[in-house]
């Protein structure tokens, strides 16, 4: 299983953003993509997952109402649309596929990760 991200770039504070996520391989229905970030100097956290097949999703308390994950099946496709953006929400975002959780050891596949800068 391969995952890419794409979609990062500079947003102003209170901007929006889509990350992207195309998953490439033996994708199967018990699987789950999830969303991390890392800024620097810090440990890599969870922002949001959603399982494959029914689409059930979770997020991080700090993301929670700003933050949608969806995904498209025929694309085997993962989104996340960054709405109300703040300067704490700056990292390398990554996405990942495995086993629903909100825990870094759930996940086996991970992409190499996309940058988000947001501007104050």
């Known amino acids: 299983v391969q995952v890419v991200e794409s979609g990062g770039g500079l947003v102003q504070t209170g901007g929006s953003l889509r990350l992207s996520c195309a998953a490439s391989?033996?994708?199967?229905?018990?699987?789950?993509m999830g969303w991390f970030r890392q800024a620097p100097g810090k440990e890599r956290e969870f922002v949001a997952t959603?399982?494959?097949?029914?689409?059930?999703?979770r997020y991080a308390d700090s993301v929670k109402g700003r933050f949608t994950i969806s995904k498209d099946n025929a694309k085997t496709t993962v989104y996340l649309q960054m709405n109300s953006l703040k300067p704490e929400d700056a990292a390398v975002y990554y996405c990942?596929?495995?086993?629903?959780?909100?825990?870094?050891?759930?996940?086996?596949?991970w992409g190499l990760g996309t940058r988000i800068t947001v501007s104050s």
């Open positions: 990942a596929a495995g086993r629903y959780g909100v825990g870094k050891s759930s996940y086996d596949y």
């Open positions: 959603i399982s494959w097949s029914i689409g059930v999703t």
């Open positions: 391989g033996r994708i199967f229905s018990g699987y789950a």
